[in-house]
């Protein structure tokens, strides 16, 4: 079976490496961002209005494949890197059943009035094994995503990170335990990893101003096609920016 990013190497190889970027935002995020604007874009009519100002719907169509791709290379390059490969699988997989076991608790009680729903959390839960424990956090990430809005009264758990951090986690178990049949080589690894997400990079910075430009007269729905990483760091920055400046004042006085 062909994974996405097999599918995507011979994009990613062409990519000439002057124009090759290391990624500015964790990688977790970068990949949920995407994910989120992918959903967001398919919603009301925004695939359309973006349509209409001339973005390719092959272009909106390629964001999954990407996320997928940057998903697998990191978990590949994240394998390559770990020194101790057994212990450090070991450390992966018991992550993974910690994740795992955090996650379904959060179904169990945000989606208590969904039976549906639970008999899902039952029915993913039962199996036994390494496999099964990364089909199980692949299953969960997918429920968490069926049922956004049941996790919004819920401060201690943020259903779209988790989510991502299952698919995350799970690609990590997968590459340690194909680690026999694929590279060892750490740089090679890395280069392909920030290859690959040059190329969702590039994809979501294109929508990202394409759609600022088609809801340029209607803030809130532009607001959709920023960065909330980028927008909370920078808010971060003005704080201790704010702070600096008023810790310097009474100095000030005294000089």
Partial sequence: MTSE???LRPILEAIAPD???NPITPIAVALQEASDLHAAIKGD?????????????????AIPLAVAATRQAQSQWVVARD??????QREREQS????RADIVAACRWNLRNEA?????????????????????LVNLAALLGKHPSAFDGDDTFDAPEQAEAARSVAEEITAGLAESRTTGDHEAAKVLRDRAYTHLAKRVADLREAGRYAFRKEPRRAA???SAYMRRAKARSR????EVGHGSEPEAAVA
Avoid at 46 to 51: A, F, G, M, Y
Avoid at 83 to 88: I, L, P, V, Y
Avoid at 96 to 99: A, M, N, R, T, V
Avoid at 239 to 242: C, E, F, K, T
């Fill in 83 to 88: 020194r101790g490969k057994a212990e450090a």
């Fill in 239 to 242: 704080r201790r920016a704010a």
């Fill in 19 to 21: 124009d090759i970027i």
């Fill in 96 to 99: 993974g059943i910690e994740l």
């Fill in 45 to 61: 009519d925004t695939w359309e209005r973006l349509v209409e100002v001339g973005v390719d719907p092959a272009a909106i169509d």
């Fill in 224 to 226: 959709v096609f920023g």
């Fill in 5 to 7: 990013l097999d599918t």
């Fill in 116 to 136: 549906a729903a639970l008999r899902v959390v039952d029915e993913i839960v039962q199996g036994e094994g390494i496999a099964d424990l990364v089909q199980d």
